[in-house]
């Protein structure tokens, strides 16, 4: 089993920064693939961003490519998501979440069901 623990949400202004952590234990943190999604109110749950096993392959949403870098330190088991420039519609419960792999397959995912674990998520609230 893998358990995954979301940190770091809040509250901010548009054009802050926040920077989410996801901790997980249990399971070979080192070799999944891991992702990061989002849920506004009234909303379905979205992809965020997406890394590889060792962050070599990365892939973001259009709403956030060039604001939001997704990161991994594997010795921490823990990923993260660096999110500048936020706005107001960024605003939403933010979860991360891992694939089982068993082996480093260089392999990024961005949709919901290829993952197997997930956080229980953060909230983050950008106000105008």
């Known amino acids: 089993q893998v358990h995954l623990v979301e940190s770091g949400g809040g509250l901010v202004q548009a054009g802050d920064s926040l920077r989410l952590s996801c901790a997980a234990s249990?399971?070979?943190?080192?070799?999944?693939?891991m992702g990061w999604f989002r849920q506004a109110p009234g909303k379905e749950r979205e992809f965020v961003a997406a890394?590889?096993?060792?962050?070599?392959?990365?892939y973001y949403a259009d709403s956030t490519k060039g604001r939001f870098t997704i990161s991994r330190d594997n010795a921490k088991n823990t990923v993260y998501l660096q999110m500048n420039s936020l706005k107001p519609e960024d605003t939403a419960v933010y979860c991360c979440?891992?694939?089982?792999?068993?082996?480093?397959?260089?392999?990024?995912?961005?949709?919901?069901?290829?993952?197997?674990?997930w956080g229980q998520g953060t909230q983050v609230t950008v106000s105008s």
């Open positions: 979440a891992a694939k089982m792999e068993s082996y480093a397959s260089g392999h990024f995912y961005y949709r919901e069901p290829d993952y197997d674990y």
């Open positions: 249990g399971g070979t943190f080192s070799t999944y693939p």
């Open positions: 890394t590889s096993w060792n962050g070599g392959n990365t």
